[in-house]
Every structure is written in C-alpha cells, then in structure tokens.
C-alpha cells in the first residue's frame, strides 16, 4: 500500500476527532455563557427524588448493594460476549462438513461459561448474594456468630462525685 493513502486514512480520523474535541468544547462553553446563574439555597442541595435531604449524605452503605452490583455487571457482560460467539458459532456449523472449528468455539465458550458458574456458586456459597447475613467475631477458639450470647457480664458503672 501506498504511504499517502495510509497518511490519508489517519487524517480522515485526526480531522474527525479533532472535529469532535472543537464541537464539544464550543457547545459546552456556548452553553455555560447563555445558561442564567442565579442560585440559591434551595437549588444547591442534592435532589432525592423531590423529598427534601434529611440528615447527612455521608452514610455508611451497605457492602452487599456493591457486591450484587458487580455480580449482575459480570453477567450482563458476559451476555453482551457470548452473543456475538453464537453468532460466528451458527456460521461455522451451517453449510460445512468440518466440524472442528465449531468443536473449538464451543468448547471455548463452555470453558468462558464455567468459569462464571463457578464464581456463582462461589458468590453463592459465600453468601454474597443474600441480603440478610449474620456478622462474625474472631476470638481464640475461631469465628463466633454475634447472636449467641457471651458468658461474660458487664459490671454496672458506678457514679463517683454525685
């Protein structure tokens, strides 16, 4: 191939995103100079679905929204990648005799399908996926379960002074 042709291509896709960077830069500032700016205390707080905030936005969240979170993203991608091998596997198994490059993908894309089985039942068994999970202490002897009752008592505090 010729070297201007491939100078060419490249300055096809510089002229593009060059365009690209110009038009969002532009429209940004275009509209942050037409945009009025009168705010008040009213139009600074966080918006929760029309109700006013109560209390603090810093809050301890819960770990598990996060964990189920990733699980469905891990899965929802993994969808997003089987369907195009689907595709390219009914390609290999219509009109041909060679079954071998179709035995390849499917064992492939058996192996990609374990693999996040097994992370499910990992997840699973771990208890990840519940949403309610009781929380362990160490102590010497192990793990121990916060609702059992301890043998050791608390001694009242005495008033001294009053």
């Not at 500032?29 to 006013?52: A, F, I, M, R």
């Not at 596997?89 to 089985?117: C, M, N, Q, Y």
Request: hydrophobic fraction near 50%.
């Amino acid at each position: 191939m010729h070297p201007e042709l491939e100078i060419a291509q490249y300055s096809t896709a510089l002229l593009m995103l060059l365009l690209a960077v110009v038009l969002t830069t532009t429209l940004m500032t275009l509209s942050h100079l037409v945009s009025p700016h009168n705010p008040t205390k009213e139009k600074q707080l966080s918006y929760e679905c029309g109700e006013d905030p109560v209390g603090s936005a810093w809050l301890r969240f819960n770990i598990r929204f996060y964990v189920v979170a990733l699980a469905f993203v891990l899965f929802d991608v993994e969808m997003a990648l089987v369907y195009p091998i689907a595709v390219i596997f009914k390609s290999l198994t219509v009109g041909t005799l060679d079954w071998r490059p179709a035995a390849i993908v499917f064992g492939e894309l058996f192996f990609f399908v374990s693999v996040l089985f097994l992370g499910l039942v990992y997840i699973w068994k771990k208890g990840d996926l519940g949403w309610v999970r009781t929380f362990r202490m160490p102590t010497e002897q192990g793990l121990r379960s916060w609702e059992k009752t301890s043998t050791a008592t608390i001694a009242p505090v005495e008033k001294v002074g009053v």
